[in-house]
C-alpha cells in the first residue's frame, strides 16, 4: 500500500510531542511510557506470550498488552508503539515480533505512525541532545559505552538509539551509525562494568533525571561512588572510589542518593518476566484479580 510517509511521521511526531505536553513531560526529559499511559486512562499488563511484541485492545477499557519476555528496552518501545495505536484510534492491534512489526512498517500506515510516534515519545531530539550535552559528549565522537549511557536514560535499546538518530532524526551519519553498531550491548555492558555481564545493565550517573531507574529482578546498576543506597529491593555488590555497582534484589522502590552533589534517584525493582498489571509491577505479592 501506497501511503504519504512524510505526512504521517509529521503528524506522529507532532502527536507524540503534543502527549508529552498534556502529561507535563518536559521535551528534554526522559520518561517512563507506563506511568504515562496511566496518565492516559491507558492500562497497561505483561503476559508471558513467546510469539508477540504486544497489542493494544479496546474491550472495556483501553488496554496496551506487553509480552514479558522481552528486553526492558524493547518492552518499554512496545508499549510507545501501541500507546500510538491508541491516541491515533487504530482499534484492536496485534503485534507480532518486532522484525514483522518492522516490515509492516512498510506497507501499513498505522504500523508506520505508530512506530514514529513511539520514536519520538521516547527519543525526542531535545532529550537526546540533552543527554549527550550535559555529560559533555557528542555523538559525532562519543564512545560506544558513552552512547549505552544515553539509551539507558531514555530507557530504550542500544541499537534503538543508533537507528532512531540515523533513520529518523538524521543526526547520524550511516557510516558513523555502523560504526558504533558494530559493538554489541553485552560487550559494552562488559566494558562498563569491567566483567561480563548477562543481565541488563542501567548506567545512573548524577546526569540522570525525569524518571525512576526502573529494572528487573538481577539486573544491574553503575551508579557513582560515595552513594548511599535506601532499598529493600537492592543490594551493593561493590563500591570503589570509581563506582557503586548495585544489584536488585526483590520487587519494590526504593532510593539512592548522592551526598556530595545532592544527587538522588529512585530505584523500582519488578521481577523477571512479570506478568500481571503494570500498575502493580513493583509490589511484592501481586493479585491480578479484581
Not at 484492536?92 to 510516534?117: G, K
Request: contains cysteine.
Amino acid at each position: 500500500m501506497k501511503f504519504d510517509r512524510q505526512r504521517l511521521a509529521r503528524t506522529a511526531m507532532a502527536k507524540a510531542l503534543q502527549i508529552r505536553k498534556r502529561c507535563g513531560i518536559d521535551l528534554w526529559e526522559a520518561t517512563c511510557v507506563y506511568d504515562l499511559a496511566g496518565r492516559l486512562g491507558v492500562d497497561v499488563r505483561f503476559i508471558d506470550i513467546p510469539s508477540m511484541e504486544g497489542a493494544y485492545c479496546l474491550a472495556a477499557h483501553p488496554t496496551i498488552i506487553v509480552s514479558s519476555l522481552r528486553p526492558i528496552g524493547r518492552q518499554a518501545y512496545t508499549a510507545a508503539h501501541e500507546l500510538g495505536h491508541h491516541v491515533f484510534g487504530h482499534g484492536d492491534q496485534y503485534d507480532e515480533l518486532v522484525d514483522t512489526r518492522r516490515n509492516d512498517a512498510y506497507s501499513d500506515p498505522n504500523e508506520f505512525t505508530a512506530e514514529c510516534f513511539a520514536g519520538v515519545l521516547l527519543m525526542p531530539k531535545m532529550a537526546i541532545d540533552r543527554g549527550f550535552a550535559c555529560r559533555g559528549l557528542s555523538p559525532q565522537t562519543c564512545k560506544p559505552e558513552e552512547a549505552y549511557v544515553v539509551a539507558a536514560w531514555l530507557g530504550v535499546g542500544y541499537t534503538t538509539l543508533i537507528s532512531h538518530m540515523q533513520r529518523t532524526l538524521l543526526t547520524l551519519s550511516q557510516k558513523r551509525a555502523d560504526d558504533l553498531l558494530r559493538y554489541s550491548p553485552s560487550s559494552l555492558r562488559a566494558n562498563l562494568l569491567g566483567q561480563e555481564c548477562n543481565e541488563h545493565l542501567v548506567v545512573a550517573d548524577n546526569q540522570w533525571s525525569g524518571r525512576a531507574i526502573d529494572v528487573q529482578q538481577s539486573d544491574a546498576i553503575l551508579l557513582p561512588p560515595n552513594i548511599t543506597l535506601e532499598a529493600n529491593c537492592a543490594t551493593i555488590d561493590e563500591q570503589t572510589d570509581t563506582k557503586t555497582v548495585v544489584r536488585a534484589t526483590q520487587p519494590g522502590i526504593g532510593r539512592v542518593h548522592e551526598p556530595r552533589s545532592g544527587w538522588a534517584a529512585f530505584i523500582r525493582v519488578t521481577r523477571k518476566n512479570y506478568v500481571g498489571r503494570g500498575k502493580y509491577r513493583f509490589v511484592e505479592e501481586v493479585s491480578d484479580v479484581e
